[in-house]
C-alpha cells in the first residue's frame, strides 16, 4: 500500500546515512504524548511484527478524503515537515487507526459507538462529577501537575481506554498509520517542501472562518 509521511531534513540524512529511518525518541515529548504513546505502542505490537525492537513508531498518512495525503494550503508550513516521502508497505506492517477517533485518546475522551452510548456515558460522567479538564488531567502531564486518583475515577478511565479500540479501524475517509521503519527500498519518491508559503501534510489549521476543525465534534455528527 502507498504511503506519506513528512519528515526533517535531519530524518532525511539520517534515513540515507543508515539505509533506514525509525522514530527518534529525543523527539517525543512523553509528558504531553506518554500515555497516548504507549497506548499506540501496546496495541501496534499486537499486531504488526517490531522485527528491530523498535521503540516508537513513524506516523504516516494512509488516506485523506480523496487522497493519500492532506493537500497544500496557504499558511505558515509545520515545524519540522521539510520533506514528503511516499513509500510503500504491506498492508500487515501498518497499524492504522482512524483520524477523528485518535483526537478523543489526547484529551481522554469516551469514543462512543452510537449516540445513545454517548448520552449514556455523558450521564454517567455527571453521576460521578468528573468534569473534561479532570479526565484530561490524567494524560496531559505537560498541562496538568496532578489528577483524581479516587476508586470510581480510574475505573471511569479504564472504561474510557477500553472505547479507544474503536479508534482501529479502516472504515473511515481519514485514516493515519504507524510503520516501525521505513527503508530506503520502499520509498517511491522524495519531495523537498521549499515553498514557505504553504503548510503541508496538515489538517489542523485555522480556517478562513478563523477557527480549527473540532474532530471530535465531527465525529459526532457522523454517529446515529
Known sequence: MKLVTFQSLAALK?????????????YI?????EPTYQWVIKKMNQSVENKNNTKYPIWCW???YNNICPPKHKGEPVNGFDVKITFHKQKKDVFITDFRRYSFLLSNTYIPN???????FTNKLLTYNIT??????????DKFTSHRTDKVF????QEIRKSFDRCITTNSDILQGCV????????????FLTDKNYRYGSLNYIRSNGKRINWQEDFYKRLK
Request: proline share 0%; with cysteine; glycine share 2%.
Open 14 to 26: 539520517d534515513l540515507i546515512n543508515k539505509g533506514y529511518l525509525e522514530c527518534d525518541e529525543k
Open 29 to 33: 515529548d512523553e509528558k504531553k504524548a
Open 62 to 64: 494512509v488516506k485523506c
Open 114 to 120: 452510537s449516540l445513545k452510548d454517548k448520552e449514556q
Open 132 to 141: 473534561n479538564d479532570e479526565l484530561k488531567a490524567f494524560v496531559r502531564k
Open 154 to 157: 480510574l475505573q471511569t478511565c
Open 180 to 191: 516501525w521503519r521505513i527503508n530506503l527500498d520502499d520509498i517511491e519518491k522524495i519531495e
